[in-house]
Every structure is written in C-alpha cells, then in structure tokens.
C-alpha cells in the first residue's frame, strides 16, 4: 500500500513506473555536460571572463531581449545557447547586429568573442563581425585563454561554471519562459550571488545544475544543431586536447 501511494502520480507501464515529469516531456535522451552544454554556453563563460560576472550578466541580458525583439518566431526563445542563434534569418542577424551598435553594447560582446571566432571560423556568433576578424599574431594567446577557460568548465560546481549555469537559467526567467512556485529553492535565484559561502546558495546552485538541462530539448535546443560536434572537432584540430567525460556527467 506505501509503494502505491508514493508513486500514485507515475505512469506505469508493465513493471516500470514513470515519472510524472517524464511522461508528460516524453523520454529524455542523456545530455552531456562536456559534449554539449559547454561548448553551447562557452560565449556566455568568455563574456563573463572578460567583463566580470555582474556587468557580463548584464550585456547578455540586454543582447538575448534584443534578439527576441529581431526575431520574428512565435515560440519564446532564451538565446542562451550559441546554436538558438542559428534559427534567425538573416535578416534578424543584421537587425540584431544594427540594435547591438546602435545601443553601443556590440563592440563589447565582439571583444571578448574574437578568441572563439577566430579559431572556429563557423561559430554561430560569426554573423556579429562585418569584416572576418583576424587573429593579429595572437593565435597563441587566444588558444591558452580558451584552454584555460573550458578547462576550468569542466568543474561543473566552481563559482566561475555556476555563474554561467546561472545565468543561463536567468535568461530562461528572463525570457518568460521559466517560472518556478514558491518555496521551491529556484525561487530563491538570487541567492547564488554569494555561492558557494551560504548554504542556501549552495541548494540554489544545486537546483541550477538539475534545470539546466531541461534547456537542452527541444522546443527550446535544436536537435539539428551541429555546433557542439564541430566544435570539439575543430578544436582537435587546433591544438592536442585531453578529454575525458565523468561518471557523473
């Protein structure tokens, strides 16, 4: 009688129960930290770098409202992944670019990207540089940071990864298309400014890494995004990488 009324609310299907969560998005396909979330959220992680997590925040927030005002699609997008950009006609590429220089903000949000479009010449944030930029002789430099960078990504719970991870859900709250209820401890989001030194931003940050990746199917992820793929390929082809994927990923 306890077992039947702790999973009241799964579907049953012969001896399997299934959550309540998953039978309504239907089956979830495993989604990899290091193969897919992390080159998708790297522009966000070097834009943060360079202009520090409170004013980063800010510039992308400005940059993905401005996206939503270009683009012309019904459904609402959160712009926090590199590939949602893929999806803009070109025409919302060039409005985005105009809005982003008319308000001042796209030499800032260039500045901190030309490491990653430089070395992947078909990032999907290329659209952003009228004249294809060039290294300058710092191919050497841009390499480190970016090594440097993604190597640092790979701890999921550090304050730099969480603070990406975080402000990729805040555009999903931004954007409308998150809402969580009270006394859920996602309502608490502004606490994990002070992660990892309270506990509630600890059970904040916890929360973040678990929503993440629901942000990673579809309507809001296009499966047919190559992005992460050529990515990792290209970047075998840059430099000698190490990688190794976790357990617990």
Known sequence: MTRKKILQDHKRYGKTFIPPFQ?????????SWVKTILP??????????????REGVALITRFTRIARKCSSSEKKNIFATASALVELTK??????????????DLFDIQKPLLPLITLYP????????????????MEKQDIERLKNLVGGMYNKISRDTMMVQATAIWLAFDSGVLKVSEGLALAKFPEIEKYPHTELSEKVAASIRSSIFMFFIEPHYPKSSNWPKYYWNRGLEIDKCYFEESASE
């Open 91 to 104: 025409d919302e590429k060039s409005c985005l670019q105009g809005e982003l220089a008319a308000s001042g």
């Open 23 to 31: 039978h309504m998005l239907g089956p979830l396909s495993e989604i």
């Open 122 to 137: 078909e990032c999907p944030l290329r659209f952003l540089y009228s004249v294809k930029p060039n290294s300058s002789g």
């Open 40 to 53: 998708e959220l790297l522009w966000i992680a070097l834009i943060q770098d360079y202009h520090g997590h």
